[in-house]
């Protein structure tokens, strides 16, 4: 099972508690204020076959705005990579 935290992280949780959790991604750009932060995680509904999953984030463009995300990663050999920016530029509110 896959965890977001909003902090930025992304946790591979065993769901028979079999494993120690860990850490398959960290997010650097997400940006946790407010209510803000990644604040969402989906899988492709053909994820077996191409291992997409989807997160939507808040980040800081310029260190004095807030916006938010939705990107695509590839999860493979127990990370998720090669993030591509799916929606860019989603207005959010500062604190």
């Not at 902090?7 to 398959?24: A, F, H, Q, R, T």
């Amino acid at each position: 099972m896959l965890v977001a935290e909003r902090m930025g992280k992304v946790i591979l949780v065993d769901k028979n508690g079999e494993k120690e959790p860990m850490i398959v991604a960290e997010i650097k750009e997400v940006k946790e204020i407010g209510e803000g932060g990644l604040l969402g995680i989906t899988l492709h509904p053909d994820f077996l076959k191409n291992k997409y999953v989807y997160l939507y984030y808040t980040y800081s463009e310029s260190g004095i705005n807030t916006l938010s995300r939705i990107v695509r990663m590839v999860y493979k050999n127990d990370k998720l990579t090669d993030q591509e920016i799916i929606v860019d530029k989603i207005p959010g509110a500062d604190p």
